[in-house]
C-alpha cells in the first residue's frame, strides 16, 4: 500500500510540474504574440505614413519644381524645339512608309 501511495504521490507531483511547465509556456507565447501584433500594427502605421511621404514627393508640381532648379531644365516649346532634316536614303524600316 505505501509503495502504490509512493508512485501516485510521485505521478501527482510530476503532472503538477508539467502543468506549471504549460502554464508558464503558454503565458510567454501569449506575451510573445502580443509584443509582434504591436510590432505588426507600428510597421503598418510607418508604412502607411511613406505611402502618404511617397506621393506628396512625386506630386507634379514638385516635379517640375525640382526639374527646373536642380537639373536645370525647362519645359518645351515650339521655339526651342530643333527639327532634323534626314537627307540621303530612307531607313530600312520605314521604306514602305510614304515620303513627306
Do not use: C, W
Request: proline residues 6%; charged residues 25%.
Amino acid at each position: 500500500m505505501t509503495r502504490l501511495n509512493l508512485v501516485l504521490l510521485i505521478a501527482v507531483l510530476a503532472s503538477a510540474l508539467y502543468l506549471v511547465r504549460t502554464q508558464y509556456e503558454s503565458r510567454r507565447l501569449f506575451a510573445e504574440i502580443d509584443k509582434t501584433m504591436s510590432e505588426s500594427r507600428k510597421l503598418q502605421i510607418e508604412h502607411e505614413r511613406l505611402q502618404v511621404e511617397k506621393r506628396g514627393q512625386a506630386t507634379p508640381l514638385r516635379v517640375e519644381k525640382l526639374a527646373k532648379d536642380q537639373l536645370h531644365m525647362r519645359p518645351a516649346s515650339p521655339g526651342i524645339t530643333q527639327y532634323v532634316i534626314l537627307n540621303g536614303p530612307a531607313p530600312a524600316a520605314s521604306v514602305g512608309a510614304a515620303a513627306p
